[in-house]
């Protein structure tokens, strides 16, 4: 209860902002309906302008006016301008029916003002809608007031909290989570697709009248610099088109919900199961599964805290696809190593989750669904699925996984061994992202340092985005040759072509094969691990020997590929999970 009186008390200011702009917008459009049968007279102006008032960063304008008008033989004073009383800056509105004002009190000429027949004192010059003013006021409108009423509506409409400590929880920790009381788990694409609308319509709210600022900052002012915040708006323009998408990718699938087998998912077994889909069979549809161990953190401190993700272990398959009640049935399972770590149902600043990913490019619209779903440490294995759906499974993923390793390695002979070189480019995915928040940080950092005078921060923005832009380019530039010698195994590491390392193993001394993940790409939800293949030595020395591989199953037949061509011969890795060197967000 304390918690939602706290969450009450700072969500109630904002549902009152909103509440405020919601009597003003709607009283506006009552006075126009309602004075759309007033009758319009002539009346004589005492006075007429605009007045200035300036603020800490921005001056505002109101306009005035006094005038005499007749009704019924009687003689009315009026000063009402406008529908909405006070000053503003949206727009020159307020400036140029203030110069009008002043045009005619000059000239002694008669303005025409709106009378209420029911009411003669009761007048106004002009009666239309101010839509601009309108526009901003719905800023407010739906980002605070919506804001509030979303806080106020999810504190009061929460489910009690559970008792974590109560017997029936402690022997299953997953039914903590009001979504994982069945085998049947939905996705979060409904969720994602409101989520989407939402955040959708706060930027555009948000960024409605930067066009109209930069318009005039460029054309009155002459500040081109201004023309950056035109961004805004096609950001926006981005954000609704990702919301359609989303919405098309609902209506066509549907909840198309998983049912484990085993359930929960087991860390030291078996993670699979079934899902339908309500679209007709095609045995030519390749549906890919994608299982993450993700670690959500909070980084940072105060103002700058962040929540982050970053994937422990990754597996990826092709599910077997077959004819379903519904339409197409998915048939999957993954082998889940141990010593991973379980789902946790308590999101502190620090928790795992294990997310599912189901994608395939369909004609039309794409399927992209993400399931967060329990996995423990319970090492039990599936019972139902069927064993002819995983092998097959497993021989169309080998299939894949050998050829796109084969897209990224070119092997030849060559009067020394066998050669294979690993070309540059095979990290552009992940390092244009990168390059481009690093280019636009230190775009910035020089921005404030030459026009702005701000040096040291300035510097310290330009060089982190800097090292940032560097540190992707080298990824994307950088070459790997790997080549059988006579009695071991070299490794040449070339930037541009020129020659900036040289690493040897001999074979005798070579003792197994390591995977390891050392560059992971991010983009929203979906996280992508690259692993490199090494060698390891008696003294436990590495020499890298194939990089750029998309999964451990990728990576796994990298190492096959590569102990063939090079003559090593393969042995277990410890078994342990991967781990994480490097991150990049794309």
Same mark, same amino acid.
């Given at each position: 209860m304390k918690g939602k009186v706290a969450v009450t008390l700072f969500a109630l200011p904002f549902f009152?902002?909103? %509440?405020?702009?919601?009597?003003?917008?709607?009283?506006?459009? &009552?006075? &126009? !309906?309602?004075?759309?049968n007033w009758v319009q007279v002539e009346a004589e102006l005492i006075r007429g302008g605009y007045d200035t008032n300036s603020g800490s960063d921005s001056d505002t304008y109101e306009a005035y006016a006094e005038y005499t008008y007749t009704w019924g033989g009687e003689r009315y004073v009026g000063n009402r301008v406008s529908l909405s009383a006070g000053g503003d800056n949206i727009g020159d509105y307020q400036v140029d029916v203030g110069r009008r004002l002043q045009t005619a009190l000059a000239s002694g000429r008669p303005i025409l003002v709106y009378v209420d027949p029911q009411s003669p004192q009761e007048s106004i010059v002009d009666r239309d809608i101010r839509w601009g003013l309108v526009g901003f006021k719905s800023i407010f409108l739906f980002v605070f007031g919506g804001v509030g009423l979303a806080l106020l509506v999810f504190v009061w409409r929460a489910a009690p909290e559970k008792d974590a400590a109560s017997p029936e929880y402690l022997r299953s920790p997953w039914l903590l989570n009001d979504d994982w009381q069945s085998p049947t788990i939905r996705s979060g694409s409904r969720s994602s697709?409101?989520? $989407?609308? @939402?955040?959708? &319509?706060?930027?555009?709210?948000?960024?409605?009248?930067?066009?109209?600022i930069v318009y005039r900052e460029v054309l009155e002012r002459q500040n081109y610099i201004a023309l950056i915040g035109l961004l805004f708006p096609l950001v926006g323009i981005g954000l609704i088109t990702w919301a359609i998408r989303r919405t098309l990718e609902w209506w066509r699938f549907g909840a198309a919900p998983v049912t484990l087998d085993p359930f929960p998912g087991s860390i030291g /077994?078996?993670?699979?199961?079934?899902?339908?889909?309500?679209?007709?069979?095609?045995?030519?549809?390749?549906?890919q599964l994608t299982l993450s161990n993700l670690h959500c953190y909070v980084s940072g401190s105060g103002k700058n805290r962040s929540r982050r993700e970053d994937a422990e272990w990754?597996?990826?398959?092709? @599910?077997?696809? /077959?004819?379903?009640?519904?339409?197409?049935?998915?048939?999957?399972?993954?082998? %889940?190593?141990? /010593?991973?770590? $379980?789902?946790?149902?308590?999101?502190?600043?620090?928790?795992?989750?294990w997310r599912l990913n189901l994608h395939a490019d369909l004609p039309g619209t794409d399927l992209d669904r993400d399931y967060d779903i329990p996995v423990y440490a319970t090492a039990t294995q599936s019972r139902r699925v069927s064993d002819h759906a995983v092998r097959e499974s497993r021989a169309e993923q080998d299939s894949i996984d050998d050829k796109a390793v084969g897209d990224i390695v070119r092997i030849s002979q060559e009067a020394t061994g066998r050669q294979m070189f690993y070309p540059m480019g095979r990290y552009v995915g992940p390092s244009i992202g990168g390059v481009l928040v690093g280019g636009i940080f230190a775009a910035a950092g020089w921005y404030l340092i030459i026009e702005e005078g701000h040096t040291v921060f300035g510097s310290v923005f330009g060089a982190v985005g800097a090292l !940032? &832009?560097?540190?992707? =380019?080298?990824?994307?530039?950088?070459? =790997?040759?790997?080549?059988?010698?006579?009695?071991?195994v070299m490794s040449v590491r070339r930037l541009l072509g020129v020659t900036i390392s040289r690493r040897q193993m001999n074979r005798r001394d070579f003792v197994r094969f390591e995977r390891k993940s050392t560059v992971q790409a991010q983009s929203g939800g979906k996280h992508t691990l690259f692993y490199s293949v090494y060698g390891v030595d008696r003294q436990g020395n590495r020499i890298v020997l194939g990089e750029g591989f998309r999964g451990e199953r990728e990576a796994r037949a990298a190492t096959r590929l590569i102990a063939r061509e090079l003559d090593l011969r393969e042995t277990a890795d410890r078994g342990q999970p991967d781990t994480i060197v490097h991150n990049l967000t794309a």
């Open positions: 009152s902002v909103g %509440v405020w702009m919601l009597w003003s917008i709607g009283s506006s459009f &009552a006075d &126009a !309906i309602g004075m759309q697709m409101w989520g $989407a609308w @939402a955040f959708a &319509a706060f930027w555009n709210l948000i960024s409605a009248a930067l066009p109209f /077994g078996h993670v699979g199961g079934t899902i339908d889909l309500n679209v007709p069979y095609d045995p030519d549809a390749r549906f990754q597996d990826t398959l092709v @599910a077997h696809a /077959g004819p379903g009640a519904g339409g197409t049935r998915l048939t999957f399972r993954f082998d %889940v190593p141990a /010593g991973l770590e $379980a789902s946790d149902t308590d999101h502190d600043d620090s928790y795992y989750q !940032i &832009a560097l540190a992707c =380019l080298y990824l994307m530039l950088n070459s =790997l040759q790997v080549s059988k010698q006579s009695t071991g």
